[in-house]
C-alpha cells in the first residue's frame, strides 16, 4: 500500500526567505501523481502544485517550485520570497489507483508553516 | 471556479444520534470524497463514491455510511454518532480524468458529545 510522509510537524521562515517542506512517499507504481494543497486557517484547502512521475522536470507555480526526486521517492515543496499569505497547514498527496479503476488521494499528517514578520 | 458546499460549518450532536452530512457540488464531477482531518493524522478517506449510486471504502469506514443518489450530492452519514467520531470533515470532488486534482468545501467541524 502507497504511504505519504511528511516529518515535519511545524515550521518557520522569516517573511521574504525560502522554506522548503519535505515529502516523502512510497510506492511500486510506475506512473503517478504528487500534490501539494494549502490550507489556510478556517479557510478551504486548495491545490497549490502538481507534479507527474513520468515528468522529469520539476513543476513550478510562481514562488512554488517541487523538487522531485523520484528514485529517492521525494517531493519537497519550496516556497521563495515567503509571504504572510502563506502561513497554513500544507499537505503532501499522493494519487493512487483503485479496485475500481478510480482515483483516490493519500495524504500526509500535513506540515504547518508560519511566517515571521 | 468549482463551488462545492457542505451544509454546516459547526455540528453538535449527542452520542447515540444518527448525523448526516451534507456535500454538494455544482460542476457536475463524477468522483466525490469524504475525509475526516484530526491533528498529527492528516486527511484520511472514509468513502468515496465515482458515480451516483456508485461507493467503494476508504482507509476508515467503519461507523460511517455514504449515500449518493443525485450526482451532485454526497452524504455522509454516522448511523450511531461516538464521541471518537468528533472531527473535521472535508468533502472534496473530481472530475474524472488522468490528471485532475481534487476540489474541497470548507468543512464541517463536527462534536460529539
Known amino acids: 500500500a502507497q504511504t505519504v510522509t511528511q516529518s515535519q510537524p511545524e515550521m518557520s521562515v522569516q517573511e521574504a526567505e525560502t522554506v522548503t517542506l519535505s515529502c516523502t512517499y512510497d510506492t511500486s507504481e510506475s506512473d503517478y501523481y504528487l500534490f501539494w494543497y494549502k490550507q489556510p486557517p478556517s479557510r478551504q484547502m486548495i491545490l497549490v502544485i502538481r507534479q507527474e512521475a513520468y515528468k522529469q522536470q520539476n513543476a513550478t507555480e510562481n514562488r512554488f517550485s517541487v523538487n522531485f526526486q523520484k528514485a529517492a521517492k521525494s517531493f519537497s515543496l519550496k516556497i521563495s520570497d515567503s509571504q504572510l499569505g502563506d502561513a497554513a497547514m500544507y499537505f503532501c498527496?499522493?494519487?493512487?489507483?483503485?479496485?475500481?479503476?478510480?482515483?483516490?488521494?493519500?495524504f500526509g499528517t500535513g506540515t504547518r508553516l508560519k511566517v515571521l514578520a | 471556479d468549482v463551488k462545492v458546499t457542505q451544509s454546516s460549518r459547526y455540528l453538535v450532536k449527542r452520542t447515540g444520534e444518527k448525523v448526516f452530512l451534507e456535500c454538494v457540488q455544482d460542476?457536475?464531477?463524477?468522483?466525490m470524497f469524504w475525509y475526516r482531518q484530526d491533528p498529527g493524522l492528516g486527511l484520511r478517506l472514509i468513502y468515496f463514491?465515482?458515480?451516483?449510486?456508485?461507493?467503494e471504502k476508504g482507509d476508515i469506514p467503519e461507523g460511517y455510511s455514504v449515500s449518493r443518489e443525485k450526482k451532485e450530492r454526497f452524504s455522509l452519514i454516522l448511523e450511531s454518532a461516538s464521541t471518537n467520531q468528533t472531527s473535521m470533515y472535508l468533502c472534496?470532488?473530481?472530475?474524472?480524468?488522468?490528471?485532475?486534482?481534487?476540489?474541497f468545501g470548507d468543512g464541517t467541524r463536527l462534536s460529539i458529545l
Open positions: 463514491s465515482y458515480d451516483v449510486k456508485m461507493k
Open positions: 472534496a470532488t473530481r472530475v474524472q480524468g488522468y490528471n485532475q486534482p481534487q476540489h
Open positions: 460542476m457536475d464531477h463524477e468522483n
Open positions: 498527496a499522493y494519487r493512487s489507483l483503485t479496485t475500481s479503476g478510480t482515483y483516490k488521494y493519500i
